[in-house]
């Protein structure tokens, strides 16, 4: 399958860089390969955008969350986040599994351990972990009718060993 991409100006923004990051994972997925060229024939006046580097499309932007699984503590910038277990939980497992949109059911089951409490109980905690990391970091994001999914440009690492 060929997918052409039209790409104007110097800059590639990030919302390309996200799709071009998401169709590699796909390719990887079914051993296919993807190759970024200039388009063929531009309109005259545009330039084909160069390939960004890879380091600069991995990299996600906005402030680091450090996650240490074993001792687990969080750290925003460096600086010390006092989460609760749960907290803790719920955003390792969102980290554990980015792109992937959950239910509040399928996060009761999972973070929680039981389907029995109420759905608005993962409301609450999304609620207390978003302004724990601050309001301006983006890092899990609502998808309106169905759950909740980390966000695509969050900057989380996991570090199992301390």
């Known amino acids: 399958m060929t997918l052409a991409i039209p790409l104007t100006g110097d800059v590639v923004s990030p919302q390309a860089h996200r799709l071009l990051a ?53 750290t925003l910038e460096g600086v010390a986040l006092p989460l609760t277990r749960l907290e803790f939980d719920l955003l390792q497992f969102l980290a554990e599994r980015p792109r992937r949109v959950f239910t509040r059911a399928q996060l009761l089951t ?38 909740y999914r980390l966000a695509d440009d969050a900057n989380i690492l996991l570090l199992p060993h301390d």
Do not use: C, F, M
Request: aromatic share 4%; net charge negative.
């Open 22 to 74: 998401a169709v590699r994972e796909l390719v990887e997925l079914s051993k296919g390969t993807v190759t970024v060229e200039p388009a063929a024939s531009l309109p005259e006046g545009e330039e084909a955008a160069a390939e960004p580097a890879e380091d600069a499309a991995a990299e996600p932007g906005g402030p680091e969350v450090r996650l240490h699984t074993s001792s687990r503590q969080a």
């Open 110 to 147: 999972a973070v929680w351990g039981y389907e029995r409490a109420g759905e608005r109980t993962v409301d609450v905690h999304v609620r207390r972990l978003r302004l724990k990391l601050g309001n301006n970091l983006p890092l899990i994001t609502t998808v309106y009718g169905v759950g």
